[in-house]
């Protein structure tokens, strides 16, 4: 809040009806409802917010600070990071990445299969090989120290056609 009397706090009221009547009570008491824009004339006077204005990261039309999107992206992934602190480190292994390829469970392996077949028109096997490239292909980046993203499919085509 900009001030301590800068807006209605519904949690004030006992109930809807107490909200109302307060709101209507304000409509017709022009002192009253004036002191709820005072802030707009002397400014925000509320300590609390203004150290939190100035110590956030990011900023609006600031071209020294990230924007308010990757900002607020920032602060979800800190609070729960700070709620997960207690969670043990977890580090993957090969366990993690050797997957069976997938296969078609629900028919034998006699029948013939149609390209109009719902399995080849998503072409999960495909799918599958290419993720499978991309797991290695990470892993190998990261080996190699590397820290450059748009290097990514080079790294992915350095596995095709190896399986």
Not at 100 to 106: A, K
Not at 123 to 150: C, T, V
Request: net charge negative; charged share 25%; proline share 2%.
């Amino acid at each position: 809040m900009p001030s301590n009397k800068s807006v209605i706090i519904i949690d004030d009221f006992g109930s809807p009806k107490e909200l109302a009547d307060f709101i209507s009570y304000l409509d017709k008491n022009d002192d009253l409802y004036n002191e709820y824009l005072q802030f707009k004339e002397t400014g925000v006077t509320n300590e609390f917010l203004k150290q939190t204005l100035l110590k956030r990261n990011w900023g609006v039309n600031d071209v020294y600070k990230i924007d308010f999107i990757r900002g607020f992206e920032c602060y979800v992934c800190d609070k729960l990071h700070a709620l997960n602190k207690s969670a043990s480190l977890s580090i993957a292994n090969r366990k993690h990445m050797n997957c069976p390829q997938p296969h078609m469970s629900v028919i034998s392996e006699n029948k013939i299969i149609t390209y109009d077949d719902e399995w080849l028109r998503e072409d999960w096997i495909e799918n599958y090989w290419f993720a499978f490239d991309q797991a290695r292909a990470i892993e190998l980046m990261i080996k190699n120290g590397e820290n450059n993203s748009s290097n990514f499919m080079q790294y992915v085509l350095k596995y095709k056609y190896q399986h």
